[in-house]
């Protein structure tokens, strides 16, 4: 009886019904601050990419290359009757092209309704980070690949470059993925 009596206003704040849902916004709005990475390498790098627009994660298999696309474009997947392009990351960060073996792996992302395999050395895990650990890139970093970074997250004195998957795969410009011409090219 006490311990009622020493603390009455978290007896009160939870016997009253208004304060009932209390705790479950607290703990959504936690939630919704985190944000979920799918962390893989490329060579000694570490990169990240949004849990949401990851589809699958396979392993490295042949794929059918094609004329005339940009080098980062390694050729593409028939993904269970879906024609997926596959982009070298490491190309496509100006790092030269990946000698693919078959430990490399095929993140399958999905950015504005396509189906886009990224090629990665190895996948390392799921992190997840606040929001407001995110740290923005520097702008003494921007070069060929820093446009393709969304921010930076320190884990474990670890450095994870987060991909900005809609200007990795933007459609404007010479270099840039289309779809349509990919898909056109298959048809051929």
Not at 73 to 90: E, K, M, Q, S, Y
Not at 94 to 119: W, Y
Not at 125 to 136: L, T
Not at 156 to 176: C, H, K, R
């Amino acid at each position: 009886m006490s311990q009622l009596a020493t603390s009455p206003n978290t007896s009160s704040s939870q016997s009253n019904p208004s304060n009932w849902g209390a705790a479950d916004a607290a703990r959504s709005e936690s939630a919704a601050e985190q944000s979920q990475f799918i962390s893989f390498a490329i060579g000694d790098d570490q990169y990240g990419v949004d849990i949401m627009a990851v589809r699958e994660i396979k392993g490295w298999s042949d794929i059918t290359h094609l004329p005339k696309q940009p080098e980062y474009v390694r050729g593409v997947l028939n993904l269970r009757g879906a024609i997926v392009p596959i982009v070298d990351l490491r190309c496509r960060l100006g790092e030269g092209l990946t000698e693919t073996t078959p430990l490399h792996i095929v993140i399958i992302v999905q950015v504005d309704g396509r189906q886009v395999g990224l090629i990665g050395d190895r996948v390392l895990d799921i992190v997840s980070v606040d929001a407001a650990q995110i740290q923005p890139v520097p702008r003494t970093a921007h070069g060929a690949g820093s446009d393709f970074l969304s921010g930076l997250v320190s884990i474990d004195n670890t450095m994870i470059a987060l991909i900005d998957l809609p200007s990795l795969l933007a459609t404007q410009g010479d270099d840039a993925i289309d779809l349509s011409t990919i898909q056109q090219n298959r048809a051929s």
